[in-house]
């Protein structure tokens, strides 16, 4: 029954990390391969208070069908805090969705025509990779360096693919390499936009996770020309089960995205939208939000100093201010699949990163997260790998 799929079907696979992750679950195995939050910061007390609340002041309300544009309090409170990082904006321009992925899918829809160039950092975050693959686009990779894309290399590309439809960036502490634009090229990042007529699609869940360095405002700050398309989440800040995110557009963009929802989930789920509310308004989500930087800064530095102590010298890694994970580049010609298979063996994972480069040219790299282990599985799980990576890099 294969010849039944439409052709789009045989543009995507299934997520080889999820397949990955699989493997991972195994009791035995210390796994950096995944990225998911810490479980033990889950507000799950503050929820049970919260989700009693929400059903005997709203009552069946807040079970009933719902607007596409989504709870009003909680697009409320969503530009309350987008102002503080320096967005301007009212509820019209949020559309709350079902988590940020569902984001970049309506993104994918509404934008790309067959054959359209998407150019985005290299490596970039996988799930917007299947995303805007599904569409049939073409990815141009911009190369980054230790502050993100490299403003030279995207002006030599958007001058070559005149076709750019947009640039899809995740300027904070990047999935997978936990890397930041730093701020001139964000200014520049629109400048170039403005000049080359493109759009920027900022996927930004990680901002808010900064837990070093000095903050940054989002490219969406710069944005002159309503270009910027930003995208964010409570899955980072808050939990990801309750799957909200949001895109804050130009009004005129988002009349189109809530047509698409309308026709994808007709709105996201009301319950959790207003049990992220409620929460809002009876608990300080800045506090919440400090307590899961002190954690993943502790984790962070904890697995860095690992890298120092345990892995050879002859391999290069990103130093994250804030996020979910550490980016390790191994000597040329070394194929981080094969050390993932070893790490396996001695009960340890991490995510080799070739599905993360859409053309799929670079082999050396791998991702490991550290927000979802203790420091002490973390310290053991390092020297696990530490011992593989000495053996195989020093054949
Ligand atoms: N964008 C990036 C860069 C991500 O890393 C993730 C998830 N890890 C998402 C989007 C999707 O997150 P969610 O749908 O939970 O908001």
């Known amino acids: 029954m294969e010849n039944k799929f ?6 995507i696979k299934s997520s080889e990390t999820r397949e990955i992750l699989k493997v991972t679950e195994r009791p035995e195995i210390i796994s950096f391969a995944g990225g998911l939050p810490a479980p033990e910061l889950f507000p799950v007390e503050a929820l049970k208070d919260v989700c009693n609340a929400v059903l005997s ?47 970049i899918d309506l993104t994918g829809r509404l934008f790309i025509n067959e054959g359209d160039t998407i150019i985005c950092e290299s490596p970039t975050y996988l799930s917007a990779i299947h995303a805007f693959k599904s569409y049939n686009a073409k990815f141009v990779e911009v190369a980054m360096d230790d502050d993100g894309m490299v403003m030279e290399e995207l002006e030599k590309k958007l001058q070559e693919h005149p076709d750019t439809k947009f640039i899809y960036t995740i300027p904070d502490f990047q999935n997978p390499t936990g890397r930041t634009l ?4 964000r200014i520049r990042m629109i400048e170039l936009a403005n000049q080359y007529d493109v759009l920027i699609v900022e996927d930004n869940p990680y901002g808010a996770v900064r837990f070093a360095g000095e903050e940054l405002p989002p490219v969406k700050h710069f944005d002159t020309e309503s270009r910027v398309i930003y995208i964010s989440t409570f899955s980072k800040i808050f939990t990801p089960g309750l799957r909200l995110g949001w895109i804050c557009a130009d009004e005129s963009f988002i009349d189109k995205y809530v047509a698409f929802m309308q026709t994808a ?6 319950f ?18 400090t307590k899961i930087k002190a954690v993943y800064k502790e984790r962070c530095t904890a697995m860095l100093s690992c890298i120092e102590e345990f892995f050879p010298k ?17 000597p040329e010609g070394v194929d981080s699949t094969h050390i993932f298979i070893e790490c396996l063996k001695n009960n340890v994972a991490c995510v080799p990163g070739v599905p993360f ?10 991702r490991l997260n550290y927000s979802n282990m203790s420091k002490e599985k973390i310290i053991e799980g390092m020297k696990r790998m530490g011992e593989v990576l000495h053996r195989e890099l020093e054949k």
């Open 6 to 11: 439409a052709e789009r079907a045989r543009l």
């Open 57 to 103: 002041e709203e009552g069946a309300a807040s079970l009933q069908y719902s607007t596409t544009e989504g709870y009003i309090p909680l697009r409320e409170a969503i530009c309350q805090r987008m102002k503080g990082i320096g967005i301007n904006s009212t509820i019209e321009n949020v559309l709350i969705t079902s988590g940020s992925q569902q984001a």
């Open 182 to 185: 730093k701020l001139e090229r």
């Open 265 to 270: 989930d007709l709105h996201t789920v009301s």
């Open 272 to 289: 959790a939208q207003r049990m992220t509310a409620k929460y809002m308004e009876l608990y300080d989500i800045e506090e919440h939000i």
């Open 314 to 330: 002859n391999l290069s890694y990103s130093k994250p201010e804030g996020g979910l994970f550490i980016w390790v580049e191994l």
């Open 357 to 366: 480069f859409p053309n799929r040219t670079q082999k050396n790299t791998l």
